[in-house]
């Protein structure tokens, strides 16, 4: 049964930096096509990076430069690497994972595993 545990949200100030990470098991990590997703409050979830078997990594816009997505096969975690934080990205972040193969354009409907997210508070 595959399942996907985050942890390492938190609260912190804009400019800070979170580390998130994605427990996975009833799969190798390293199999699958993984992003992580956010949803702000009253807003829709929005993909923010995603990493294929390969591991080459996909970022949207607002986090490229500044978030950083891997894999840590040994562990068989996802982790998200979060710098320079900004208010407006305060939300759940939640980590996904697909048996296909997605796009990469960080749609949410390519991915059929999510875990049940972590919140992610950034104050000014």
């Known amino acids: 049964q595959v399942q996907l545990v985050e942890s390492g949200g938190g609260s912190v100030q804009a400019g800070g930096s979170l580390r998130l990470s994605c427990a996975a098991s009833?799969?190798?990590?390293?199999?699958?096509?993984m992003a992580w997703f956010r949803q702000a409050p009253g807003k829709e979830r929005e993909g923010v990076a995603a990493?294929?078997?390969?591991?080459?990594?996909r970022y949207s816009v607002p986090v490229t430069g500044r978030f950083t997505i891997s894999k840590d096969n040994a562990k068989n975690t996802l982790t998200l690497q979060m710098d320079s934080l900004k208010p407006e990205e305060t939300g759940m972040y939640y980590c996904?994972?697909?048996?296909?193969?997605?796009?990469?354009?960080?749609?949410?409907?390519?991915?059929?595993?999510w875990g049940q997210g972590t919140q992610v508070t950034v104050s000014s």
């Open positions: 990493i294929d078997t390969e591991g080459t990594k």
């Open positions: 009833g799969f190798t990590v390293g199999r699958l096509y």
């Open positions: 996904a994972a697909s048996d296909g193969r997605p796009s990469f354009d960080l749609y949410r409907y390519e991915y059929n595993y």
